[in-house]
Nanobody, 115 residues
Framework: QVQLVESGGGLVQAGGSLRLSCTAS????????MGWYRQAPGKQRELVAR???????IYANSVKGRFTISRDNRKKTVDLQLNSLKPEDTAVYYC?????????WGQGTQVTVSS
C-alpha cells in the first residue's frame, strides 16, 4: 500500500530555516524520481524540487540556491532543507513521484513564513 507522510513544517520568520521530511511506503519510492511540491492559497500546486534515484537534482528558479532536496533510498525518505525563507514560500508542501500520481497525495505539511 502506497502512503506518503510529510512532516516538519511550521511557522518561521523570514530568513529562517526549516527541514521537511517525507516518508514513503509501498513501491512509489523505488527507482522513481521523487519531488517536493507546494501549493499556496489561491494558486496551483507547483513542483519546487526533484531528485532522481541516483541523486541528481533540479530546482525551480524560485527556490534555487535556498532549498536542498535529498533522499535516503534505504529508509525511503526524501527531505527538503529550506533556507533563507521568504513570505512567498508560505504554502502547504507535499512530496510525490515526478510526475505526480494524483491518487497518492498525502496531507502535506504547512510552512508559514512571516515577514
Amino acid at each position: 500500500q502506497v502512503q506518503l507522510v510529510e512532516s516538519g513544517g511550521g511557522l518561521v520568520q523570514a530568513g529562517g530555516s526549516l527541514r521537511l521530511s517525507c516518508t514513503a511506503s509501498g513501491s512509489i519510492f523505488d527507482i522513481n524520481t521523487m519531488g517536493w511540491y507546494r501549493q499556496a492559497p489561491g494558486k496551483q500546486r507547483e513542483l519546487v524540487a526533484r531528485i532522481t534515484w541516483v541523486g541528481s537534482t533540479i530546482y525551480a528558479n524560485s527556490v534555487k540556491g535556498r532549498f536542498t532536496i535529498s533522499r535516503d533510498n534505504r529508509k525511503k525518505t526524501v527531505d527538503l532543507q529550506l533556507n533563507s525563507l521568504k513570505p512567498e514560500d508560505t504554502a502547504v508542501y507535499y512530496c510525490n513521484k515526478v510526475p505526480q500520481l494524483n491518487q497518492y497525495w498525502g496531507q502535506g505539511t504547512q510552512v508559514t513564513v512571516s515577514s
